[in-house]
C-alpha cells in the first residue's frame, strides 16, 4: 500500500506503507546512528515524534528488552530507505513489535533528500498517512510521568535520593542505583512541600520530552526546593531548572540526537562523548542573571551543554549518563557526591 509524509513546508514524500492504522502526526525528527536504535526508540525524549533512520538497516534490529530506556515504545511513527521482507523469525522483528503497537513505518523513501531539508530548514511538524490528508498543526505535549505514583527503588541505599520524573530513563535509574544510591520516584507535578515531607538528601531531576516551559507553573516550586537540597539535573531536567531560576530557552534548528556527542568541560578542556536526545537548549542570553555559569559547551555548535549555579548546590548536564562508569559519569557521580557529604556535614577525605 502506498503512504505519504506530508512536511509543514507543503513537501511531500511517497513509499510503501505498514500499519494497522492509516494516519499519525508528530514532530519530524532524525536519527543517524548506526546502533542503539532500540535505546533511541524507547526512550521518552522521542513521544509522539516521527522519526527519520538514515542508516538504512534499521529494521534488522532484534527486540532486547534488557536495552529498553522506557517500558514502551514512545514514537508516532517511522521513515526509512530500507524495504522491508517479513522474516522467519518475525517475532523477534522490530516492524512486528511496531504493527502490534499500531506504530506505522513508511518504507522506501527517499531519506537522502528528506535529511537535507531538514537540514536546511530544521525540524518540523509532519504528517504520516495513507490518504492526501491537508496539514494539521501538531502541538508540543508535555509529557507524562510514568510513575504517577511514588515509588522506592534500592531502599537500603545509603544516601536517599528524590528523583523528579519528567520521563526518567532506566538507564538513569540503573547509573544512580550504581553508586548505591536509595531512590524515591515522584511525578513531575509533586510539590516542594511533599518533597521536603521525604527529607531526601539530594535531588535528581530526570529527562523527558518537550518544551521545558510546559512545567513553568511549577517552577516556583522547583527552584524553592532545589535551594534546599543537592540537585543534579538531566536532560530536560538541566532545562527546567535552569529555567526556573530564570535562564531562556531556544528552541533549536535541529536536535543534539546520538551517541557520541563532543562536549568540552571547561575545567580541564577535556572533551568528552556524550549520550544526547533534546530539540531545545538553554539560550546563551539572559544567562549571568539566573546565577548559573557554564560548565560543558558543545563542541559542533558551541551550545551549553552542563551549568553550575554559583550560589547552590546544583548541577546540571544536557546529555546523559549510559551506567558504564566511563571516566565523564565518575566525574559527575564524585561532584554531586561531595556535594551531599557537605550537606549533610560529613568529612570529606580526598
Not at 94 to 103: G, S
Not at 213 to 222: G, P, V
Not at 247 to 258: E, L, P
Request: aromatic fraction near 10%; proline fraction near 4%.
Amino acid at each position: 500500500m502506498e503512504g505519504t509524509l506530508k512536511l509543514a513546508n507543503g513537501s511531500v514524500y511517497t513509499g510503501h506503507w505498514h500499519g494497522n492504522i492509516n494516519e499519525c502526526s508528530g514532530e519530524l525528527i532524525f536519527y543517524t546512528g548506526m546502533s542503539n536504535f532500540l535505546e533511541f526508540l524507547t526512550d521518552p525524549v522521542v513521544k509522539d515524534k516521527i522519526i527519520l533512520a538514515t542508516y538504512p538497516g534499521v529494521l534488522n534490529c532484534q527486540i532486547d528488552e534488557n536495552k529498553f530506556e522506557s517500558k514502551d515504545f514512545q514514537l508516532a511513527g517511522l521513515i526509512t530507505q530500507q524495504e522491508w521482507i517479513n522474516p522467519a523469525n518475525a517475532e523477534s522483528k522490530l516492524m512486528t513489535t511496531f504493527q502490534k503497537n499500531n506504530i506505522p513505518v513508511l518504507t522506501g523513501m527517499d531519506t537522502r533528500t528528506i535529511m537535507k531539508q531538514l537540514l536546511k530548514t530544521g525540524e518540523m511538524p509532519a504528517c504520516m498517512s495513507t490518504n492526501q490528508l491537508n496539514y494539521v498543526n501538531i502541538s508540543d505535549k508535555k509529557n507524562k510521568s510514568e510513575h504517577l505514583q511514588k515509588q522506592i527503588i534500592n531502599p537500603t541505599g545509603k544516601k536517599h535520593l528524590v528523583v523528579i520524573d519528567f520521563g526518567v530513563k532506566n538507564s538513569l535509574i540503573r547509573w544512580l542505583v550504581q553508586f548505591n544510591y536509595k531512590l524515591t520516584i515522584v511525578p513531575g507535578e509533586t510539590t516542594a512541600a511533599s518533597i521536603r515531607k521525604i527529607n531526601p538528601d539530594g535531588l535528581v531531576f530526570s529527562g523527558g520530552s518537550g518544551n521545558p516551559l510546559h512545567w513553568k507553573s511549577y517552577f516556583n516550586e522547583y527552584s524553592e526546593v532545589a535551594k534546599a537540597y543537592p540537585t543534579l539535573g538531566f536532560g530536560l531536567g538541566h532545562q527546567i531548572l535552569a529555567s526556573a531560576f530564570g535562564a531562556n530557552i531556544a528552541k533549536m534548528k535541529w536536535g543534539h540526537r546520538c551517541f557520541k556527542h563532543p562536549v568540552i568541560h571547561h575545567a580541564t578542556k577535556l572533551v568528552y562523548m556524550t549520550n544526547q536526545n533534546h530539540g531545545y537548549a538553554i539560550a546563551k542570553y539572559g544567562l549571568k542573571d539566573s546565577g548559573f555559569k557554564p560548565s560543558f559547551t558543545a563542541v559542533q555548535d558551541g551550545s551549553i551543554e552542563g551549568l553550575i549555579h554559583e550560589n547552590y548546590p546544583i548541577t546540571t548536564y544536557q546529555f546523559h549518563p549510559d551506567g558504564k562508569n566511563t571516566k565523564l559519569e565518575l566525574l559527575i557521580n564524585d561532584s554531586f557526591s561531595h556535594q551531599l557529604q557537605q550537606y549533610k556535614g560529613e568529612n570529606i577525605y580526598a
